[in-house]
């Protein structure tokens, strides 16, 4: 072997033990991961002094020291009883400003909603001053997918922001552009890509499928047809999963968020398997599509409560896909130049793609148990 190989396989085992490292964070934490969840705020300009906040019952329980039942389910009566508990946190993190000092919050709870096939709880918050500014941190510390997609009414006219740990301030007197509502989506779908795990892991699958055999020579699979592969595969994902999140938000399509996620968590599952198995049985564009169209029903839970056909709907929807794409493109860029490389290596290859495809398909396993209800989440 001579110095550049040498070189070359130090560099490599660099790389690879750093995507070890990195694959060890993100793997401890997943097995009991969720969905991202949203709370809903509704507020307008001819009520200036008050606030509606729906907030679901699952985030109540994951997220706060509410005693439950036996069976670990919220009902009202439990509810009530810690009202006074509740609504202490809540006016702590949902917070009107009025020249930047906080107004003094009375909050109540008023009943129970659906959003989704999800129980929320729903809030009346009400203060003695004319706010000018919202700040929102509810739940910033324990759950970083957390937000609260909010609904204005300001002279007449529905505008739609979000509220997140990365942006959980906004002003209540003052129009948003569009190019400010869509920089807001877009930060959204980067966040949701990025830290919603399940699709970042079917990405991965994705990826290893397009590299699971080394050629054998450079004049059977030339770079340029496995660029073209990659391009194929991540196209037919990113079509499937931006028809799939335009049908479902605009609400054309609609199935039950349970079906969906358990759904999502199997799609992890087969991808991962198929690396494993010694030929492919299905075709991996096949694979690519038909879960892509899956994970769009996934990415349009977020948005799936969002008001009646507006602009600003529309563009929240254009905003919230191209962060995913923009997530996608960077997870790819990432994955790429190591994949390439590991083809040079076929011992070490091999290793990695069982040991990652393993873990892979042992989460999507875990998930889709634990989101069917079969497995309980914590």
Not at 19 to 41: C, D, G, Q, R, T
Not at 216 to 243: K, Y
Request: with cysteine.
């Amino acid at each position: 072997m001579n110095i550049l190989q040498t070189d070359s396989l130090r560099n490599l085992v660099k790389q690879t033990r750093s995507l070890v490292i990195l694959a060890l964070l993100l793997f401890a934490s997943p097995l009991f991961a969720h969905e991202a969840s949203n709370s809903y705020l509704y507020w307008q300009d001819s009520a200036p002094k008050q606030l509606r906040l729906d907030i679901a019952l699952s985030d109540l329980i994951a997220n706060t020291e509410l005693r439950t039942n036996a069976l670990s389910e919220l009902r009202w009566q439990e509810l009530l009883d810690q009202e006074l508990e509740l609504a202490a946190v809540i006016a702590t993190h949902v917070r009107p400003l009025d020249s930047g000092s906080a107004c003094p919050t009375n909050v109540i709870l008023v009943g129970l909603t659906e959003h989704g096939n999800s129980t929320y709880s729903v809030w009346k918050l009400s203060w003695p001053c004319i706010a000018t500014q919202l700040r929102y941190t509810l739940f910033a510390r324990d759950d970083a997918l957390h937000r609260a997609l909010m609904t204005l009414q300001l002279d007449g006219t529905p505008e739609l922001r979000a509220l997140s740990a990365s942006s959980p301030q906004t002003h209540l007197n003052s129009t948003n552009s569009p190019l400010d509502t869509l920089a807001q989506f877009i930060v959204q779908g980067l966040l949701h890509m990025w830290l919603g795990l399940d699709h970042v892991l079917f990405l991965l699958s994705l990826l290893m499928l397009v590299f699971k055999t080394r050629p054998r020579s450079e004049h059977d699979e030339p770079s340029a047809n496995r660029i073209r592969q990659l391009i194929m595969v991540v196209t037919s994902f990113t079509l499937a999963h931006s028809v799939t999140l335009i049908l479902s938000s605009l609400s054309i399509i609609q199935l039950s968020s349970r079906i969906v996620e358990t759904l999502i968590a199997v799609s992890i599952a087969v991808g991962a398997v198929q690396v494993l198995l010694p030929r492919q049985y299905l075709n991996t564009l096949l694979i690519s599509f038909g879960f892509g169209l899956l994970h769009g029903l996934g990415f349009a839970g977020v948005l799936a409560e969002l008001t009646a056909q507006t602009q600003s709907t529309l563009i929240a929807l254009l905003g919230f896909n191209v962060g995913v794409e923009l997530a996608q493109i960077c997870i790819v860029l990432s994955a790429y130049p190591l994949l390439r490389q590991l083809q040079q290596v076929p011992k070490l290859n091999s290793l990695l793609y069982v040991a990652a495809s393993s873990a892979i398909a042992l989460i999507g396993l875990i998930w889709a148990f634990q989101r069917s209800g079969l497995l309980p989440s914590d």
